[in-house]
């Protein structure tokens, strides 16, 4: 008989397949309370209100998308950045979840339908998958080799390799070999809106795109609407990373008095030491008389509006603590004259005996007076006429299509097919 050696009992060594098994049940289940937990404030948000998006939002596990985060912040409904350039810009992330559902809302993609996503991360692509299910098919591009290779990994952790297809490649061009889609969803900030996207975009698709209007960042979906046109809204204020490759476009920022930067779009132009020196002169309000409360959330709406009736445009921004100029907390409209010797900015002050009640108005700096009379009559005219209204229309031509053929509006410089902003007032 052979006695047990003396010494300290030794540690059965575990069943690694079965610790693995509970924590990856344990860390299942956590999961799962966790994504319930963000799909019902999604859902009280009014983020999501379609019951198909909740359950495919239910029935993908985020932290499968995003796994070099701790479970909980895998749920948090913040963006996930994955790739930044040098100077620290962000080139590539997981999008947030409040975006990727009103995106969503907004593609509204059914059963069997072909969706092609631009932009890929993975995530939305699996939710893509589960609102097409098997019969659909989901194609997912995106112009850089590593953003690519991480979707495709997270995927296949999901089990989804074979449900979705990932490519590289710059989505300008659309993935032209599997046209038409019926839906095309644009998961990067676009200047302009691609004619492939158009020609690639099946009759009674959606096309949604979140794109920069005149330095505005701005969600919006498309329908065809007749031979050579499409038309939408929704305009949902979004940032996303801009587009790169043979779209590339950027907005530009100037400095101008200390403390004081203006944003406008590519093709605005602008003489920044004329806008500086009439900035620099003091500036008088005019008031319009259009008040609005806080929770009416019209900010947005009035950027828009005045980036659709004001020929030069840009939005002002200021650091309060160095620059005398009040522009509005995430900037406020700005405009100048022809030889930008009198700039306006769009500003706001207290209703007295109110909290939450704010006025707008106008700050002139220069002798031009008719450019502040004139916005303060174009608030005037919101407040008249598109106050609580869904807001303008896009629409979109065809390449080449002659201008007198397209809706009157005001005309979006850019490459791509035409884009004419207008505002009905029923
Ligand atoms: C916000 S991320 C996409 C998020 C993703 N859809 C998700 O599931 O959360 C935007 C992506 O667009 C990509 N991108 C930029 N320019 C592009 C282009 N021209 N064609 C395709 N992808 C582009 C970027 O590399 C980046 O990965």
Avoid at 132 to 141: E, K, L, P, Q, R
Avoid at 254 to 260: D, I, K, R, S, V
Avoid at 356 to 380: F, M
């Amino acid at each position: 008989m052979t006695l047990p050696a003396k010494g300290p009992p030794v540690p059965k060594l575990p069943d690694m397949k079965t610790v693995s098994d509970r924590d990856v049940t344990e860390q299942t289940v956590e999961a799962a309370a966790l994504n319930n937990h963000l799909v019902s404030q999604l859902e009280q948000s009014g983020r999501i209100t379609s019951p198909e998006i909740a359950a495919a939002f239910r029935a993908t596990p985020r932290h499968l998308f995003v796994q070099d985060v701790e479970l909980a912040q895998a749920y948090r409904d913040d963006y996930h950045p994955t790739d930044r350039d040098g100077d620290g810009r962000l080139l590539s992330s997981v999008s947030a979840p409040w975006l990727v559902a009103q995106m969503l809302e907004y593609l509204r993609p059914q059963p069997g339908n072909s969706v092609l996503e631009i932009g890929s991360g993975g995530y939305n692509a699996a939710l893509l998958h589960q609102l097409v299910g098997d019969a659909g098919a989901v194609t997912s591009i995106d112009i850089d080799p590593a953003v690519t290779s991480r979707a495709s990994r997270c995927l296949q952790t999901a089990g989804l390799e074979d449900a979705v297809r990932v490519l590289t490649g710059d989505g300008a061009h659309g993935v032209p070999d599997a046209a038409p889609y019926d839906r095309i969803e644009v998961t990067v900030q676009a200047a302009a809106i691609e004619q492939t996207w158009l020609d690639q975009l099946a009759p009674g698709g959606v096309l949604v795109v979140p794109l920069r209007v005149r330095g505005l960042g701005r969600l919006v979906a498309l329908t065809p609407d007749g031979e050579g046109h499409w038309s939408g809204g929704g305009w949902l204020p979004c940032g996303f990373v801009a587009m790169r490759g043979e779209a590339a476009s950027s907005t530009q920022m100037h400095a101008l008095t200390p403390g004081a930067r203006v944003r406008v779009d590519g093709s605005q132009q602008l003489d920044t030491e004329a806008l500086t020196k009439a900035l620099d002169t003091t500036g008088t309000p005019r008031w319009s008389g259009v008040e609005v409360s806080t929770s009416e959330g019209t900010r947005p709406v009035v950027d828009l509006w005045c980036a659709s009736v004001l020929d030069a445009y840009g939005t002002l921004l200021t650091d309060p603590q160095t620059s005398a100029l009040r522009a509005l907390p995430g900037g406020t409209p700005l405009t100048w004259n022809a030889d930008a010797t009198t700039a306006t900015y769009v500003t706001m002050r207290p209703v007295p005996g109110h909290t939450d009640r704010y006025e707008y108005g106008v700050v002139l700096h220069g002798e031009d007076a008719s450019l502040a009379d004139a916005l303060v009559e174009s608030l005037r005219e919101w407040n008249r006429d598109h106050r609580g209204r869904p807001g303008p229309v896009l629409h979109v031509y065809s390449e080449g299509t002659d201008p007198a053929a397209m809706a009157p509006g005001r005309a979006l410089e850019r490459p791509g097919a035409p884009l004419v902003l207008t505002w009905p007032k029923d």
